[in-house]
């Protein structure tokens, strides 16, 4: 069994990647839900939903975000009852949000309700929360303190960002699903997805001793770079890296890992930098996924680097 | 200055016609919020949306609920999530409950919410919801107790009806708006709309001493009948009637109101009750209303009804 963490969009294609080329029940998903937030009173979880949205074929292929064939109706009366509304809700994806809200309403978990919603969406393998607690990923900026959403989607990571906050995290127990997997006499790996490590697996191996269960597993640990020829894939990972007085480079991000790693996968474009890379076993590879043989490709490589420690 | 007491689809007609021949700031529309309910975590109030929709010019004149050109995008994903929903959200609708929704977890009454709403959806005259405190319909049914919607909506009216509970309606103010009105100098006419007496209008008129308040109002208090030739209009107000003993009958509606009332308005086909009702001045018109001229006609007929009182 492979345990993959992630956040959004990158880190659902290569899950995807490995769910084509596993059984559905050798691979557990753990997704970040520092992003989670309360939107017109429903639980909006941007990442739990790009990776079920992806997982189970559902995603909208342009944006790698949403539904495909989703309507926009609800949102077009938002705006003409002079809302402005600056996060996108689709008529169908709302479908998703509500019934989740509904199940928190009614006692059930976020894993539970994942769950559920999952098996629904047709997810042939399984998606666990980080936690069913609330963590709140809250942006420092030089605009003040910015809930995650605020600062990712309704200011389009422009502000500066001095320091994150995971707000929530110290108390957070990871979900049962997920020690479940790292307790698992049957894991294999666990592969860190081309996630942004500041907002999406920073939260992850925050959560209360999850690094060191990490790191005692038997199992190697694997990271793909987010960070390809100097710039993110997508999202601000490499801005943050700036901002943090890192220099952007899949070095760095082999850097912030540090010890936790054994193997580390970059792109054949930074090949250059294998060398400077100290700890982990190095792959280079094609690392970017534009169709579904290249996340297939990808997850082979990555799976096969686990194999060689 | 007229006061109108209106739950949903007749009210709303009733209160329309009102609209059209009196000035936009001489109507007030008090609307009955006991069949409010939370929806996956939204608010939504389905009296007071059907009064706003239709004096807005929006309601969906096949229904007299709901848009028109409203699309079901999100329902449709319920139902293909394994849902079975059973109260219809329309895409834009939602925008309106999730309106709602933000603006009361943002701290903001009812009240103001709804005036809010009414001014951006283009209601011109004044919509208030009957009380900002929470109340709420409860059917008592020998199915046992059913929340309104869902003895309304979910099991279509169909359980017997013992009694009715408004929980939460013994420690419910009237909203600021419904007592100003009720205290405006400027005040003609109480017109208690053909709306359900047990489901629509006894919500309204339980509150606090609000009976009280309208008896010692120098305005007359005129009342249009919902039943007509011994049938509904619309919805279960005879059905009701039956279950609690009393005969289906227009002149059952004035022996309800009994000394509330100054005057009472009934249907042609109901003239040879006219004889039987004791207390108010009795009209008989045409009272069914199709047609927007119908809901004009109407409506003089009972403001000329509340001069001759």
């Known amino acids: 069994m492979i345990l993959a963490l992630a956040g959004g969009v990158g880190g659902a294609k290569l899950a995807h990647g490995l769910q084509m080329v596993l059984g559905a029940d050798e691979l557990v998903t753990v997704v970040n839900t520092g992003d989670d937030f309360e939107h017109y009173g429903l639980r909006v979880c941007p990442d739990l939903d790009t990776v079920a949205y992806t997982l189970s074929g559902r995603a909208n292929p ?23 509304p600056w996060f996108q809700l689709g008529d169908k994806d709302l479908a998703t949000h509500a019934i989740r809200t509904s199940a928190l309403r ?7 309700a994942t769950r559920s919603l999952t098996r629904t969406l047709g997810v042939p393998s399984r998606i666990e929360p980080m936690s069913d607690d609330d963590v709140r990923t809250f942006a420092i900026t ?26 929530g995290l110290g108390d957070a127990r990871p979900s049962p699903g997920f020690l479940a997997a790292l307790e698992s006499p049957s894991l294999r790996a666990i592969v860190i997805c081309p996630s942004n490590p500041y907002l999406s697996t920073a939260p992850i191996l925050g959560l209360a001793d999850i690094e060191a269960r990490i790191s005692a ?26 901002e943090f007085g890192t220099e952007p480079s899949a070095a760095s991000v082999a850097e912030h890992y540090g010890d936790l790693l054994d193997g580390f996968v970059l792109d054949t474009i930074d090949e250059p930098l294998a060398g400077e890379i100290r700890g982990p076993r190095v792959m280079v590879t094609a690392s970017i996924m534009k169709s579904d043989a290249d996340r297939a490709r990808l997850a082979r490589d990555v799976l096969s680097l686990s194999e060689q420690l």
Chains 1, 2 share one sequence.
């Open 106 to 112: 009614d006692g059930r978990t976020l894993s539970e």
């Open 217 to 242: 597993a038997p199992a190697p640990v694997i990271a793909v770079s987010p960070i390809v020829g100097g710039a993110a894939v997508k999202g601000p990972a490499a801005k943050l890296m700036v």
């Open 142 to 167: 030089d605009e003040g303190a910015l809930a995650f959403q605020e600062y990712f989607v309704r200011r389009r990571c422009e502000p500066v960002v001095e320091r994150l906050e995971y707000r």
């Open 62 to 84: 342009e944006t790698g975000w949403g539904l495909a064939g989703e309507t926009w109706a609800f949102h077009g009366q938002l705006s003409a009852l002079g809302q402005a």
